[in-house]
């Protein structure tokens, strides 16, 4: 048998998903259950509701994504799961229903860590390159991940406060735009100026450090005074102003960093990685580099299984093996 096969289960948050992968890199099936719909008039997700849903959903999901890719779970190499970090709850269903599977099944566990996997999503376009540098940005997450070869993961910076998606998701709110706030911000964005001089946090001299929260109070400061002030500000020039903070001190940082270790690959991952104004900016500030920029497509940005299965692949080739008590991580690190 030389081809390896891996089936992944994620539900970390509000989706649902499962995906099979192929020899790491290339994808057989991939189902993602969204949950968006029924979060988005709480403005938020509400973790009661998520684990229901996944409940409800996991069942479905996997039998959908094994049909999709018409094979046997002969054929199948290993089972891999997001045990972290996340919603505890949303965390038990995957975690269980992949301990199930693989139980019922007679196949080896693989514990999978949701930023990996976020990272891994990259090697079903483009084959990594070591040193590399990933920049991960979602909802949940903000850092700066040193990887030196497969597997090893080396945090030199991470958001202080907010991750930045977070901050997006609550100016978003301010703006009384729907959940998730991120997409239509970044829509807004493209139809303003960033004519709002909106505060950017550099931290210490060196620092690859973030910090969001005193920018998204910034922001809601000035549409709470504006309101006050009968004062008309366009939604899309504070969407703008926004934006332009965020990709600033992201892109500033993520070049000093990749010159600094001299890193052969950038990476961009997670939910903000989708955002039209950070690729653009990143695309731009590496065009003339030795440095490869890598930015996986919009559906691999979001949360999704087949980047599990990515990450799990190599887990599962280091040898890498869960016991019967994996258990749910909410708080797991890198
Ligand atoms: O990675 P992800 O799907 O879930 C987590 O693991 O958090 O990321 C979701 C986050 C949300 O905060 C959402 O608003 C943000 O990614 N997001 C965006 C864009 N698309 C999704 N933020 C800015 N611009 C976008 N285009
Ligand atoms: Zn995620």
Redesign the pocket.
């Known amino acids: 048998k030389n081809n390896q096969y891996i089936l992944a289960v994620e539900t970390?948050?509000?989706?649902t998903a499962a995906a099979i992968v192929k020899n790491g890199r290339e994808i057989i099936s991939n189902v993602v259950a969204s949950q968006i719909e029924s979060h988005k008039r709480f403005g938020g997700v509400v973790p009661e509701i998520a684990s229901r849903h996944h409940v409800e959903q996991i069942t479905i999901v996997l039998e959908e994504t094994i049909n999709q890719a018409k094979l046997s779970f002969d054929d199948i190499d290993a089972i891999a799961v997001t045990e972290g970090p996340?919603l505890v709850g949303a965390l038990l269903i995957g975690v269980n229903a992949a301990k199930a599977l693989a139980y019922a099944k007679q196949k080896p566990l693989i514990g999978v860590h949701?930023?990996a996997g976020?990272i891994y999503a990259n090697q079903l376009e483009k084959e990594f390159i070591f040193p590399l540098l990933s920049l991960v940005?979602?909802?949940?997450?903000t850092e700066l991940i040193l990887m030196k070869e497969h597997g090893s993961f080396e945090v030199i910076g991470e958001t202080r406060d907010d991750?930045?998606?977070?901050a997006?998701?609550k100016v978003?709110r301010t703006l009384k735009l729907p959940?998730?706030?991120?997409?239509?911000?970044?829509?807004l964005a493209a139809d303003g100026e960033a004519l709002i001089d909106f505060p950017r946090a550099w931290l210490e001299d060196g620092s690859y450090d973030f910090s969001f929260s005193g920018l998204k109070s910034a922001v809601i400061n000035k549409l709470h005074n504006a309101e006050q002030r009968n004062q008309v500000l366009k939604r899309e020039d504070v969407a703008a102003s926004f934006?332009a903070s965020?990709v600033d001190v992201l892109t500033t940082k993520t070049y000093k960093a990749a010159k600094e270790f001299g890193v052969k690959q950038v990476i961009v991952?997670?939910?903000?990685?989708?955002?039209?104004?950070?690729r653009a900016a990143l695309s731009t500030k590496f065009m003339d580099e030795d440095t490869e920029l890598l930015i996986p497509p919009?559906s691999l940005?979001?949360?999704n299984a087949a980047m599990i299965a990515a990450a799990g692949s190599v887990a599962f080739e280091q040898g890498h093996r869960a016991g019967w008590n994996l258990n749910a991580n909410p708080g797991l690190d890198i």
Do not use: F, M, W
């Not at 970390?12 to 989706?15: A, H, N, Q």
């Not at 959940?179 to 829509?187: C, E, K, Q, S, T």
């Open positions: 970390s948050c509000d989706e996340g949701h930023i976020h940005v979602s909802g949940g997450h991750a930045a998606g977070e997006y998701d978003a959940y998730p706030g991120g997409p239509h911000i970044d829509r934006q965020v991952a997670g939910g903000v990685a989708a955002n039209k104004g950070l919009l940005c979001t949360d």
